[in-house]
């Protein structure tokens, strides 16, 4: 199977940390989302114009939680608690990351270079609370007992906050550090960064 993935691309970077998680074998093709002709490529490679898919023999599948669920049933369920209300928990918070958090996302594009930090709006306050509320409840340096679904999605917010200068305090602070510091993670930073510069 091939990821299509885009440079810069949060999106792409979440799906990416899934396929890893879930250990499945994959190929990589790159559209640098900076590029003149990006549009074109989009168009080429992906049925919905947008960037990640996943691309197998007979089947193409887009957008990153439709990819995770995907590759999490391919590789016997890795990226779930087995908890039937963990599982929930799990569902409901990477659902809402998903549609979610369009202030942070609309305020404080991600960059892998440095930022000036944010002032915090009401806005971006609600929803830093929100996030805050939602990390103070991880059960340790993984949201669940092994990393997972929620630790993919949420570790590109947890370093895009931390870029703009938004670090939390307490449990959810230390969650926040634990998913800039997971090995995977760093892995795909060091990855996209890789990619950025061609
Ligand atoms: N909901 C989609 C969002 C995908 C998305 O917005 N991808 C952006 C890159 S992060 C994209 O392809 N943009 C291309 C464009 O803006 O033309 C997902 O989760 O995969």
């Known amino acids: 199977m ?7 691309s949060t999106w792409s970077m979440r799906a990416w940390l899934c396929l890893k998680l879930a250990d499945v074998d994959f190929e990589e093709f790159v559209i640098d989302l900076a590029a003149d002709s990006y549009t074109e ?17 007979k089947l193409q599948i887009h957008d990153s939680l439709a990819i995770a669920e995907y590759v999490n049933e391919l590789a016997d369920y890795p990226l779930y608690p087995n908890d039937v209300n963990q599982r929930a928990i799990a569902r409901s918070l990477a659902a809402e990351l998903h549609s979610g958090f369009s202030t942070l996302r609309n305020e404080c594009p991600f960059s892998l270079d440095k930022v000036i930090p944010v002032v915090m709006s009401p806005a971006i306050a609600n929803e830093v609370a929100r996030l805050e509320c939602i990390w103070s409840q991880a059960r340790g340096e993984f949201y ?6 929620v630790d993919a999605f949420y570790s590109v917010l947890a370093y895009r906050l931390a870029t703009y200068g938004i670090t939390l305090e307490g449990h959810a602070g230390q969650y926040q550090q634990s998913l800039l ?18």
């Open 2 to 8: 091939k990821l299509v993935v885009g440079t810069s």
């Open 41 to 57: 490529q989009l168009q080429q490679h992906s049925a919905s114009k947008l960037v990640p898919v996943l691309q197998l023999a």
């Open 144 to 149: 669940f007992e092994q990393a997972g679904i």
């Open 181 to 198: 510091q997971w090995p995977l993670f760093k892995q795909a930073i060091a990855h996209w960064q890789k990619l950025s510069n061609g």
